[in-house]
């Protein structure tokens, strides 16, 4: 999983956040409204929005708070490759899990210098 994705799915992965989240996705709203309609302090809206901004999923323009969208065909690509692993059965992952240790054993061994042809 790449650091921007971990960050999405983190600041996500709190309900408030996600609340958050899709109220500015859906209409670009300063903190004060934003306060005014969710069960939580200023201070705590002021938090949520921070941690959204440093993943990445919002920034501010002209004082008024905006959904990025960017990361979101990262997260539908990492979730229809779960889904895709989780609907193949355990025996795939088990072989890809497999292919992958044995790469990855590969990167680990030195390589070796090819050899020289005398003519």
Do not use: C, N
Not at 34 to 47: D, E, G, I
Not at 58 to 83: H, I, K, M, N
């Amino acid at each position: 999983m790449t650091d921007g994705i971990g960050a999405a799915l983190d600041a996500l992965g709190d309900p408030t956040r996600r609340d958050l989240y899709e109220r500015i996705l859906a209409r670009p709203s300063r903190i004060s409204g934003l306060a005014a309609a969710v069960p939580v302090t200023r201070p705590a809206v002021s938090h949520h929005v921070r941690v959204l901004k440093d993943a990445g999923l919002v920034r501010e323009e002209d004082g008024l708070l905006v959904a990025v969208v960017d990361p979101l065909p990262q997260l539908r690509t990492y979730f229809d490759r779960l889904w895709f692993e989780a609907s193949v059965g355990e025996g795939w992952l088990r072989e890809r899990f497999a292919v992958s240790r044995r790469l990855h054993a590969l990167d680990t061994i030195a390589p070796v210098a090819p050899r020289s042809r005398i003519a």
